[in-house]
């Protein structure tokens, strides 16, 4: 896969909603449930962070649950992208990008979005021909007034800006030009993961579903 054809394929992605939740599951046990309640909400895309020892098996349980579109975050190495795409990953998603993740994503023909933090680091993906970046840490990095500042010199650029965005602060991201939609912890948080409280998560699944754009 080309690094043009993964921009137009996780562009497709981004377009689905507003809001990707990024999720760090403990207990494989939540998976399915979890992602049923962020479907039902509106919120059919969903980043599972492989930050925890039951990523994998949270990730093949997710993709079977219908109308669910499941990809893995924090992609590091290339070992990391062949078990993520085994396990059923159909995108992924890296705080950073390294030109051998990149290769290991195209020979995988894994649709990535690569982060970047600068114009500099946004300028190389560029140039190696994706389009559709993750912003990453975003609120760390400069925020929303960072990000509108690379809409005019890197127009060709959209965004996905992950990294302290939160309910009150998303519509700030979700405003600008070049942000198709932003990256959030918020719909699925721990206490109500814990809890079993799927109604609750279907909620907040659904008022960050109805967020503008």
Do not use: H
């Amino acid at each position: 896969m080309t690094p043009a054809e993964a921009s137009v394929k996780t562009k497709a992605v981004c377009d689905l909603a507003p809001v990707i939740p990024v999720l760090v599951v403990e207990d494989p046990a939540t998976a399915r449930p979890l992602a049923e309640a962020l479907v039902k909400g509106g919120l059919p895309v969903l980043e599972v962070t492989l930050r925890t020892d039951a990523a994998l098996e949270v990730i093949a349980e997710m993709a079977k649950v219908d109308g669910g579109v499941v990809g893995a975050g924090t992609l590091l190495t290339s070992d990391d992208v062949e078990k993520a795409k085994a396990a059923g990953a159909t995108f992924g998603v890296s705080p950073g990008s390294t030109p051998r993740l990149m290769d290991a994503c195209e020979a995988n023909d894994l649709p990535t979005l690569p982060g970047a933090a600068s114009a500099t680091e946004a300028m190389a993906l560029l140039e190696r021909g994706y389009t559709v970046q993750k912003f990453f840490p975003a609120e760390a990095a400069g925020g929303a007034k960072l990000l509108k500042s690379l809409a005019s010199p890197l127009p060709q650029i959209r965004f996905c800006p992950t990294g302290g965005v939160s309910l009150s602060n998303a519509t700030d991201y979700l405003s600008l030009p070049n942000t198709l939609c932003v990256g959030g912890s918020w719909v699925a948080p721990a206490n109500l993961v814990k809890a079993g409280d799927w109604d609750g998560i279907t909620k907040l699944a659904a008022e960050a579903a109805a967020l503008p754009r």
